[in-house]
């Protein structure tokens, strides 16, 4: 079974950065798509943002513009870079390989 960790959460004030990580313990993302996801409490899950074993990449519209999907392929490795952090950007953070295998998250906290 594929297994995947995410990393690099934190608390940061409104308008920071963090940079999340997701490894993998195989090649899945060279070989499909990896996405992004985050919970709140009492909400739904909900995509954020996803990038297609070609690389391309598609963002929901709530973090259009400041967060950026990226992989490392050679690293098994996916990256989530999250600028101008807002409060409604608290979450629990989840990645995705091929919207099948999932991390254990990685908090997320943006506060005064």
């Known amino acids: 079974q594929v297994q995947i960790v995410e990393s690099g959460g934190g608390s940061v004030q409104p308008g920071g950065s963090l940079r999340l990580s997701c490894v993998a313990s195989?090649?899945?993302?060279?070989?499909?798509?990896m996405g992004w996801y985050r919970q709140a409490p009492g909400k739904q899950r909900e995509w954020v943002a996803t990038?297609?074993?070609?690389?391309?990449?598609n963002y929901a519209d709530s973090v259009k513009g400041r967060f950026a999907i990226s992989k490392d392929n050679a690293k098994n490795t996916g990256y989530l870079q999250m600028n101008s952090l807002e409060p409604e950007d608290t979450a629990v953070y989840y990645c995705s390989g091929w919207g099948v295998y999932w991390g254990q998250g990685t908090q997320v906290t943006v506060s005064s």
């Open positions: 990038i297609t074993s070609g690389g391309s990449t």
């Open positions: 195989d090649n899945i993302f060279s070989r499909h798509h």
